[in-house]
């Protein structure tokens, strides 16, 4: 009796981009309900909820992906690290702990709690009985903690930045990132031709990239229009600069987790979300935006 075999069909690009976009959709429009609940204690705290989930998440990812490339590093103590890291700008920022940090103040406070970090895994190497790798331990460790935790951190400092209302830039921030994702992955899918870096992303295009950047900056300007009584600063002018910039930093986001990706051998970082994959895949491109907003807003926007 001949054998029956069964081949998995192939999920077509359309459903690949519902899945994706009914995730990205539900994921934050939790978070930004919550910021805009008008009730403070809420806000704050399931914001902070969800800023640790995604640090602590996202970091486990990608130690994953190190320890798939046999690459050694202190996982708990690097979460750990991360979690503290947030939380500590998130009372500092709030003040919680009896003073209201200026932006200076929070950056300083990030800035010695790396370096106590840093001794900390140190210390630790001292005391590791199985790892030699005391270089290339530290490295990943302190790597990890710096691409998750500290580049996430800005979305807190965009959110509580000092004079603004700094939810409706924060809303802006992610919106314009995810329209150059949006952007990027429709035309790139309708007519993309030219690969951009083929070793690393085989799927992103320069028309994607093109996309990414019509798409992102016409939301950029429609928002800035619409909310402009709630985005101090903002003109049509810093609208089409950081529509811009924005969907570029989005697309390089993208590219560098691709990069782990595909030095790992993992298509995803993980499964936690439908059609996306799982925290770094939906973080990407908002990891090395967060500091471009957060600058963009304190040395352009306020010149604070």
Not at 6 to 19: H, L, V, Y
Not at 88 to 116: C, Q
Not at 236 to 242: A, E, N, P, S, Y
Not at 291 to 303: C, F, G, S, V
Request: hydrophobic share 50%; proline share 3%; net charge positive.
């Amino acid at each position: 009796m001949a054998e029956t075999v069964c081949t998995e069909k192939p999920i077509s690009k359309g459903r690949i981009f519902a899945r994706r976009a009914v995730s990205t959709i539900i994921l934050w429009t939790l978070i930004l309900s919550a910021l805009f609940s008008g009730n403070e204690l809420v806000s704050n705290y399931v914001f902070l909820f969800i800023m640790v989930f995604l640090a602590a998440t996202g970091l486990f990812e990608f130690y994953g992906l190190a320890a798939r490339r046999d690459l050694v590093c202190f996982r708990y103590w690097g979460v750990f690290g991360g979690i503290l890291l947030m939380l500590g700008t998130f009372f500092h920022l709030t003040g919680h702990l009896g003073i209201h940090g200026s932006p200076a103040r929070v950056n300083d406070f990030e800035t010695v709690f790396i370096v106590i970090f840093v001794l900390g895994l140190c210390l630790r190497q001292f005391v590791s009985r199985s790892n030699t790798a005391g270089i290339l331990a530290v490295s990943v460790t302190l790597f990890g903690l710096m691409y998750v935790p500290w580049l996430l951190n800005f979305i807190q400092k965009i959110n509580f930045f000092p004079g603004v209302e700094g939810r409706y830039y924060l809303l802006y921030f992610v919106l314009i990132t995810k329209f150059s994702d949006t952007g990027a992955y429709i035309v790139g899918s309708l007519i993309g031709r030219h690969k951009m870096i083929p070793r690393i992303s085989p799927g992103k295009t320069w028309e994607g990239f093109a996309g990414a950047i019509v798409l992102s900056t016409l939301a950029s300007v429609g928002f800035a229009h619409v909310f402009a009584d709630h985005l101090a600063g903002m003109t049509v002018f810093h609208g089409i600069v950081l529509g811009v910039v924005l969907s570029g930093g989005a697309v390089v986001g993208d590219l560098i987790e691709s990069l782990f990706k595909r030095e790992a051998g993992m298509k995803d970082s993980g499964r936690l979300f439908p059609g996306i994959g799982g925290i770094l895949d939906l973080l990407d491109s908002l990891l090395f935006n967060a500091p471009i907003m957060y600058m963009y807003l304190r040395h352009i926007l306020t010149a604070s």
